[in-house]
């Protein structure tokens, strides 16, 4: 007998702290789904979602894609973990990430996120010996102390230190800068406070951390010359962007390279698996190579993430298949249909993403930095989402989550979701 989700909700609290796993998965209302397939979610109920939350963006083919599960069966007939030297797959997905991100020469293979901009940030400071790293307000990369600063801050927390958790030493958030996003002269402030002493600028290229903030491309090209002519690393943190807007990422669309680049997330379709890649002088200061700075992950590598990387790599440069091509017209066709309705229902409304990701923002100009988006009206943002995801379209109902379409979802899908977007928004005007 299938649980009920309220059921299978209150027995995870008994035993996992929230009932969940990470802790912004907690809705805050009783979702447990118990079958993924292509674009949608099925819950215990039976109800079918369409699903744009995509597991915050690691869904990128579809859910439970066959290939990328039958790749992985089929991994599982032969090697498993070893743990001593390396692996076929592991040597295909480094030859495949080579060729698929126009920076990278060597990489290496991480469970996460996290650990993949862990190792970007200590690679940094390992090669260069110094201390300072320089993010931007508004940007996440992931939970390790160095860049748990200063994402989505709250107005008076914007120019002080604004900790994502407690239990951070002091000097860890102190040795992280924060700049301002699309904007070179908070970045040239922080290198005449700091000359010589700043390791590493790290970014999203595209800042979807807080929804869509679309880059100048000025301030892209600034951020290479100035990291050169100071002797810093030019770290592009991918995570979100790599393989969802382009098979090389944003830095194939912007023609700007890194030194390094850390991807993840939709790399393996929903498996485990993650990465960082660059210029083999910089990749080889890894003990792996003989060189100063600690490389480690009993699982890194492991076959199953292998498998999953090596198949949706493959399926997501195809140009047969042309992923890019139609998940960024199917993108085109829910920002035109967003933006058509918030102006016929004169709804103080931006609608704006990239590709595949898209958002409406409430407020009525582009945002360029953090700082603009301080003007979007966080409420609306989240009912919107909630209310969608309440009539059986999943967006994550929080303020600046961003919304991602897969290769599994259709123009029919959109229309629906444009439909319900229509009821939603004339409901939340009329109130
Ligand atoms: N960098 C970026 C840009 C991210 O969006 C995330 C996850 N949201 C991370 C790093 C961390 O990745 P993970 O959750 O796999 O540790």
Redesign the pocket.
Known sequence: MPRTAAALISEAKEFIPGGVN?ATRNFGAPYAFRDSQGAYLTDYDGRRYVDYHAA???ILLGHSDERVTAAVTQSLNGLDLVGLGVSELEVEVARMVAKLIPSVEKSVTT???????MQAVRLARGVTGRKYLLKFQG?????GDAVARNVASPADRIGTVDPLSTGILEDALGSTLVADFNDLDSVRALYERYPDQIAAIIL?PVP??VGALLPDQSFLEGLREITKAEGSILIF?????GFRHAPGGYQELCGITPDLT?Y??SMGNGF?V?GLGGRADLMDNFSSAGGGVMLAGTFNGGPVSMAAAIATMTVASDPEVGMHEYTGRLGARMRDGLRDITTELGIAAHVTGLGSVFICYFMDREPKSYNDLLENNDVAYATFHRRMTDRGFVMYPMTLKRNHISLAHTEADIDLTLEAAREVLQEMKSE
């Open positions: 990470s915050f963006g690691a469970m996460s996120g996290t650990e993949a901009t940007c996440f990369h992931g939970w999203e979807h951390n943190d991918e995570v979100i962007t850390s993840g997330k485990a993650a």
